[in-house]
């Protein structure tokens, strides 16, 4: 059975995901910071009928996500699809003239080093297979700098370029690493189709090799 890591899973897309690809006979490992939110989700997919696990870890502690990571594939098989979208933290959110150094490395270790340590944890397996995905959702900070979103804007284009050259460094070995950047909080971008349309967009990013980046909807000025 194929297994999906989701990394900051939450209740709302981190969810939809894990029903999106357990409906096509997925595993699921959920990892976040707080174990009873895990428990609690676990709970209710696996009341749906999922396989699921869920597995306490903080991005920005490189061994904590290994660990998770690692406890995963022991449990549930080696890892086909990661999906990194931890939620940042409102102190990233802050005006560039009120981030310090301290601020721009926990954001810079919340976001590209994470997923450092993360990609460099599953792709052994994946490359033994020659296939597989990590998939990165990030907000519009990702594509466009604000002056009062200092935190993300130094942090996820960092993330975006590691991103896009495993992209570039494993797409002829049967990998896709691709961006979904969603350019705003989901429940105001009153999409069509909701939550569940955009757990559909991930699941094609996994399904289908394509570009690196897909835009979710396009980028307006004033949307994170």
């Known amino acids: 059975m194929p297994v999906i890591a989701i990394v900051g899973a939450g209740p ?9 690809f357990g409906r096509e006979g997925f595993s699921i490992a959920l990892i976040s910071r707080s174990q009873s939110k895990l428990d609690s989700m676990t709970a209710e997919l696996a009341a749906a009928g999922f ?4 597995y306490a870890a903080d991005v920005r502690i490189p061994a904590a996500l ?15 699809a990661l999906q990194y979208s931890p939620l940042p933290s409102r102190e990233y959110l802050k005006p560039v003239l009120d981030m ?4 721009a490395l926990e954001a810079f270790q919340f976001s590209a080093l994470g997923l450092v340590h993360a990609a460099r ?10 296939g597989g995905s990590i998939i990165l959702i990030n907000g ?13 804007s130094v942090a996820f284009p960092a993330e975006s370029a ?12 049967g990998i896709r690493v691709s961006q979904l950047v969603i350019p705003g909080g989901i429940p105001q971008l009153q999409l069509a189709n909701g939550i569940d349309g955009i757990a559909d967009r991930i699941w094609d990013l996994h399904a289908v090799a394509g570009p690196f980046r897909t835009m979710l909807i396009p980028l307006e000025d004033g949307r994170e």
């Open 12 to 20: 709302g897309l981190g969810a939809a995901v894990a029903r999106r």
């Open 51 to 54: 396989t699921v696990s869920g």
């Open 66 to 80: 290994e660990d998770a990571l690692a406890r995963a594939e022991a449990e549930l098989g080696p890892i086909n």
């Open 100 to 103: 310090t150094p301290e601020l």
């Open 121 to 130: 944890t599953v792709l052994p397996a994946m490359r033994q297979a020659h």
């Open 140 to 152: 519009g900070t990702s594509v466009k700098a604000r002056a009062g979103v200092a935190g993300t």
């Open 162 to 173: 590691y991103g896009e050259m495993l992209h570039d460094a494993l797409k002829d070995e």
